[in-house]
Each structure stands twice: as structure tokens, then as C-alpha cells.
């Protein structure tokens, strides 16, 4: 059975790991990049980590996320946290995450 994840997990992931700061950006190069690397170590892992599912993320908080450049850019964060703490991955993909994001 595969485990499933998307832009919105690397993003929650990566907002967490900023610690909430109150203005936060990413890179779609970024998301991207981890999402072939997650995938190609971990063969029960599919990723979907296309334009579609990073504009989801930034419909879901239209008030606090733009798109510019190929770069999301998150104002006000804290107001979005416990949301953006719901879309958060199991602990399994943050570690891997993690690991990854380390290299």
C-alpha cells in the first residue's frame, strides 16, 4: 500500500520547520525537488507535487497566500497555524522530510 503526499505537506512541513514566523515564502523548485527525491528513496511513497496542488494550498488561505515568480509567499502565518498545523504530514514523512531537507 502507498503512502500518499502532496505540495500541501511539504509546505505545512516547511512552514512548521520556519517555526511560524509571521512571513514565509517557497520556492515551487524547492517543493519539487524534494517531493523526486522523497519519492525515489521510498518506494511506498507516491508524490503529487504539481502547479494543481500548489494552488490548492493557496486557495485554501486566499487572504494570506500569493503566487509570484514560482514562489509562494505566506503574509500573517500565525493567523493560518492551526489550519496549516491540520495539513501537517504523519511524523513518518516529516522525518523523512527532514532527512532529506538536512543534505
Do not use: W
Amino acid at each position: 500500500m502507498y503512502t500518499e503526499i502532496d505540495s500541501t505537506d511539504i509546505i505545512a512541513f516547511f512552514i512548521k520547520k520556519s517555526g511560524f514566523s509571521n512571513e514565509f515564502e517557497i520556492p515551487f523548485s524547492q517543493i519539487h525537488h524534494l517531493a523526486k527525491v522523497i519519492e525515489s528513496e521510498n518506494e511506498d511513497i507516491l508524490t503529487f507535487c504539481d502547479s494543481i496542488s500548489i494552488d490548492a494550498f493557496r486557495c485554501a488561505f486566499t487572504s494570506n497566500v500569493v503566487i509570484e515568480h514560482s514562489t509562494i509567499k505566506i503574509c500573517n502565518v500565525r493567523k493560518i497555524r492551526p489550519n496549516v498545523e491540520r495539513l501537517l504530514p504523519s511524523q513518518r514523512i516529516m522525518d523523512l522530510l527532514e532527512d532529506i531537507n538536512k543534505r
